[in-house]
């Protein structure tokens, strides 16, 4: 029998998502939200629309969801509502938020008095890859649910991670975006420094390209200042990088890791944040730097 999908949090990242579980084969029923656009259009290639979390609990084998972040989640789980009051024997609840571990492991203890389970699956990479359906997910719970849920995950993903039991996709997801995050600040401020100095940009990349301290994080960014990058890979607000580098310095702390580099992009994120650019994309970063460091830069090459 075809399993019945629910999926909440149809937005950058999770239309895509839905999308290609629908062009899956599956019957799909959505939680509309504010933007109505991603919704219609998933109503439109057959998807059909419940009104809230319980709804799509109790009317689902497998429950997505896609939101941003833990305290979202567990709104989700908790409220009147909520995806526990319609919980039930045999749900799954695949949880593909970049949450922190151990509310992951509350929601899931909860969820398991109604006869549910959960898993943890983040994503890597970008709304794009999400409309591609070339994904990665990173998976974590018991290894034969992890077989149960496999042929959705096959509909939006091109590698799909078991990393462990529950907790530990979410756990490793924070390790890996602490990478990406703290990788771009330090591109960031050196491309500015550079700038500043009055290096060409072209021969900074030439170089760097060919030198230890290239990365994919310096090649998406460092082109960007001369037009050749492509800004549709770095589709991620700035308010979630400090959302997700906050939940990595706090998992760290909890394991009593000494990690000030940490503390000090969380501030650099933080900043941002404070300065009215939560909302931008990673790209508006080269603003705010440029405004701090007293220069003018303009992507594109212009």
Known sequence: MTKRIGFIGAGLMGHGVAKNILAGGYPVMVMGHRNRAPIDDLLGR????????????????????CVSDSKVMTDLVRRPDGILAGAHPGLVVLDLTTAEPPSTLQL???????????????MTLTPKEAEAGTLNVLVGGEAALFEQVRPVLETFCAKIFHIGPLGSAHTLKLINNFLTLGNTALVIEACTTALKAGVDPKMMHELISVSGGNSVIFQRFATLLFGEGDPTKSAFAIKNGLKDVSYFWRLAESQEAYAPLSDA???????????GYGEELMPALFKLQGELSKIEIKLGGS
């Open 265 to 275: 992009v969380r501030r650099w994120y933080g900043l941002a944040v404070a300065l």
């Open 108 to 122: 899931a203890a909860e969820l398991a008095t109604k006869g549910a389970q959960m898993m943890d699956a983040p």
């Open 46 to 65: 057959g998807a059909t629309e419940g009104k809230s979390p319980s709804e799509l609990a109790a009317g689902s084998d497998i429950l997505f969801t």
